[in-house]
């Protein structure tokens, strides 16, 4: 059952669900072994895609920046994880009236850098530079791609990269939609609004 409210990964019989959806969704089957691939090569934790989303057959990517503690909670890239940046995107997501079937949630910098137990930090250069190489395999997953949104400035930076692989892709920025963010002024919250809304009339739906 599709969730009716944020944070609905913060009960453990709840993660345990969605992962038993997992082996049961080949919208998943080709994203995991790009995540096995990328825990290879660079030893770090990758969560999974949401399979309550649209995997390879989403029209929208929205790529946030790194992983999250929560992840290491859930092992899922989830509007649907117990934190404020999750919270937020089910709301912002769900006003703009983009169905979740359309969307694949990844991050620029896929694996979790963050030690274990420490908070999160912003990549460094080295990390995004890395993580440039698995855009391309990521693209060739999403046939139906329409439009990608790009939260914060980790995602922008990757900007020329995704325009030179789908020329002519709309590609929308927002603000990371992380509460720090958020709550720094009202403009912050109508800018993010505002993108999504762009970003459903991309993908021609109502609104």
């Known amino acids: 059952m ?3 409210a944020p944070k609905s ?14 082996e049961a969704s080949p919208h998943l089957a080709p994203l995991r072994r790009l995540a096995a691939r990328i825990r ?18 989403a029209r929208l990517l929205l790529l946030l920046e790194t992983p999250g503690p929560a992840t290491g909670r859930t092992a899922f890239v989830s509007r649907d994880n117990p934190t404020g940046t999750a919270a937020n995107l089910f709301r912002f997501l769900g ?6 079937a359309d969307t694949l949630i990844w991050n620029a910098v896929p694996w979790v850098i963050h030690a274990p137990g420490a908070r999160n930090r912003a990549p460094r250069t080295g990390e ?30 990757l900007a020329p990269d995704l325009a030179a692989m789908r020329p002519g892709l709309p590609l929308v920025a927002v603000p990371h939609p992380s509460p720090t963010h958020v709550c720094t002024s ?15 009339r991309h993908l021609d739906l109502p609104g």
């Open 9 to 22: 990964l913060g009960d453990p019989g709840a993660v345990a669900a969605r992962h038993a959806l997992v």
């Open 95 to 100: 006003t703009a009236g983009i169905p979740r």
């Open 186 to 200: 009202p403009a912050v919250p109508a800018r993010i609004a505002a993108g999504f809304a762009e970003a459903a």
């Open 2 to 4: 599709t969730p009716a």
């Open 40 to 57: 290879a090569e660079q030893d770090r934790p990758v969560p999974e895609a949401d399979p309550l989303d649209g995997g390879v057959t």
């Open 128 to 157: 995004i530079r890395a993580s440039r190489a698995y855009l391309p395999p990521l693209l060739d997953l999403m046939p139906n791609l329409a439009v990608a949104v790009l939260a914060g400035r980790v995602a922008q930076a």
